[in-house]
């Protein structure tokens, strides 16, 4: 939900920070800008009220009274704005027009600007929260307890005592409170608010459960595998508190906007006032240069951006994200779990040097079982398919993204690629044999065994690609991107193949998670390639996402490392949706731009016709008010995909 209470006053694009405060002056605080626009609709109207009965003094009273109020409320914006962050906001511009609107008597004109300036906060909140819609939705359905089995009964806890091995019972209609193993039978599950997927998915006992589901069958158990606090939908929850506070570069620009722009509105006003000799003149000049275009805007549409990225799957951290999306030139994909489906089966075991398959496949995932590579997992999972009896290994060591080694009964057995075999001290002749007794399909991985310095065979791994991969790259390239690569720690042969069916820009294979970050920054510091997408799903990827313009993480299989150093996780298991990111960016940014260089064109425009004395002060103050309305409602434009 919306924790920080509307401003008075537009203060470029971002609510004034503020303490919770409990009860009624709680809700006056955060619907202060609605009350104050309300306060001076009804000045306005009643002060018409008295000017039209030939009540002239009366009514010039009532306006002055409320621009008076106004003013005093803005002023107090500025104050902040001066001594607290050390910068000159665009307030300071409005505050001058509704001052030099009380000096020279000019109170309705003075009362209209104090309207505009409420009613584009309250503008301004209501279009944030509507944007920020799907966003609150995630933080408003975080459970805060759990129904814990102990014993016979059930025990209702606080989310945060949920520890790993606990069983959670879900009841119907409640949202899963942690990541997961099913111990039902069968449970029916509603994703929709996660993946936007509208149909519920039914599942197995067995099957992972990953919390911020909603249970849309009976009740059911789940064995959680994790602190409720490191759950996926945790992670989610955080990141969606950062995206509710972050601004943008784009909506930062109204602080440097005030710094040059209130000396030259002066200028201006100063020179019409001197040729003319109307200081009116000079005060209508002030009322249309007040920046609202670039203060609602941009702030607005980016939110909006946000909104409805999550609609579609993809959480992402905050306004200054969805801009580095749509100003992305380079997008990298890591290939295992990102563009194939990560979930590899042994296809073939080819054993050497005399060792049966079977005990070929039980040492090395008897030495895998302390990986977390996804083709370590899935050798551990084909061995007790098996029935394999595996030994718990012990000096054991791991290289990233290479491979592991480590002792097995009596045996010293290393699993991984050529290059980490090679390094290990295999001979290159017996890695030469053995791999030409072999030939390589689309997605095939082949894992070299080497035991106690020779080679034992090969484990051959097949991990299809995603479906919905096939035209991703075209579609990325039709958004704009002008370069796609792969970056993937398989042997070159391999990553080239998926590479080429794809048709990626360029494949960098055979990188560990130190040659991924270098990539990363090398590619980052090319000018023409700047700004840089990492595309991830595993631990290793943590880093390579951390240090990228924008990290996005693939969250759906419950990726919480990588999901918290990325700018953005996609929770739908679907690599396509990289590019409605990217598209909901370009369009984001898109409206952002046009709304500010209509708005301020029509600003500028209108100062030069005030400066000329063709545009008095209340005329400018109600044109500034529709060029408010149509930037806010042009933002709004930004929702809809």
Not at 398 to 409: A, S, T
Request: overall charge negative; glycine content about 10%.
């Amino acid at each position: 939900m919306d924790t920080a209470p509307a401003p008075a006053i537009a203060r470029a694009g971002r609510p004034a920070a503020r303490r919770p405060i409990p009860g009624r002056l709680e809700w006056l605080v955060e619907h202060r800008a609605q009350i104050l626009a309300v306060f001076a609709l009804v000045a306005i109207g009643a002060g018409g009220i008295l000017y039209l009965g030939g009540e002239h003094p009366a009514a010039h009273t009532v306006w002055g009274v409320a621009v008076g109020v106004l003013a005093a409320e803005l002023a107090v914006e500025v104050a902040h704005t001066v001594l607290v962050e050390h910068s000159l906001g665009v307030d300071t511009i409005a505050l001058v027009a509704m001052v030099g609107a009380l000096v020279l008597g000019q109170e309705l004109a003075g009362a209209v600007i104090g309207l505009m300036f409420t009613g584009g906060a309250s503008l301004e909140a209501i279009a944030s929260r509507r944007a920020r819609r799907e966003l609150t939705a995630l933080i408003q359905r975080a459970p805060k307890t759990a129904h814990l089995r102990v014993g016979e009964g059930l025990d209702e806890v606080p989310i945060d005592q949920v520890q790993p091995r606990d069983v959670v019972l879900v009841r119907t209609g409640e949202v899963v409170p942690v990541d997961g193993t099913l111990l039902t039978p069968e449970a029916v599950i509603d994703t929709s608010t996660l993946t936007g997927e509208p149909l519920p998915e039914t599942i197995r006992e067995g099957m992972p459960v990953l919390s911020g589901c909603a249970n849309a069958g009976g009740p059911f158990d789940v064995l959680a595998d994790r602190p409720a606090a490191e759950s996926s939908y945790a992670a989610l929850v955080r990141l969606v508190e950062q995206a509710q506070t972050q601004r943008a570069p784009m909506v930062r620009m109204a602080d440097r906007y005030a710094g040059f722009f209130l000396p030259l509105t002066l200028f201006v006003a100063g020179l019409a006032w001197a040729l003319s000799g109307d200081p009116v003149r000079a005060l209508a000049v002030v009322v249309v240069a007040t920046p609202c275009p670039l203060i609602l805007a941009a702030p607005i549409a980016l939110v909006s951006g946000l909104s409805r990225a999550a609609r579609s799957g993809v959480i992402v951290k905050g306004a200054g994200a969805i801009e580095t999306l749509g100003q992305a030139r380079t997008v990298l994909f890591d290939k295992t779990g990102t563009l194939t489906v990560g979930t590899p089966d042994v296809r073939e075991v080819i054993s050497a040097g005399g060792w049966e398959p079977a005990e070929l496949l039980r040492l090395a995932a008897s030495v895998d079982q302390l990986s977390a590579h996804v083709l370590g997992e899935a050798l551990v999972a084909a061995a007790k398919e098996a029935e394999l009896e595996l030994t718990m290994p012990e000096d054991v060591h791991e290289e990233p993204g290479q491979g592991i080694e480590g002792r097995v009964d009596t045996y010293r057995v290393a699993v991984g690629s050529r290059a980490f075999a090679r390094a290990r001290g295999v001979p290159e002749h017996e890695i030469v044999a053995t791999a030409s007794t072999t030939t390589r399909g689309s997605g095939e991985a082949h894992v070299v065994v080497a035991i106690d310095g020779h080679v034992g065979g090969v484990i051959v791994m097949a991990d299809e690609l995603r479906p919905d991969a096939a035209k991703l790259m075209d579609r990325l390239r039709a958004e704009g991107i002008r370069h796609v690569a792969m970056i993937s720690g398989d042997r070159r042969s391999v990553a080239e193949r998926v590479g080429r069916e794809l048709g990626v820009d360029r494949v960098y294979a055979e990188q560990s998670a130190d040659q991924k970050l270098e990539v990363v920054r090398r590619i980052a510091a090319e000018p023409d390639l700047h700004p840089v997408i990492m595309v991830g799903d595993g631990v290793n990827d943590a880093p390579a996402l951390a240090i990228a313009d924008l990290g996005i993480a693939m969250g759906a299989a419950g990726a919480t490392v990588s999901s918290e150093t990325a700018d953005a996780v996609i929770t739908v298991d679907r690599i396509d949706r990289v590019a409605d990111a990217v598209h909901t960016g370009r369009r984001s940014v898109s409206i952002a731009r046009q709304s500010i260089l209509v708005g301020m064109g029509l600003s500028i425009g209108a100062m030069g016709i005030a400066a000329l004395g063709y545009l008095p002060p209340l005329a400018g103050a109600l044109f500034q008010e529709a060029v408010d309305l149509a930037v806010t409602l042009n933002a709004l434009r930004a929702l809809r995909g």
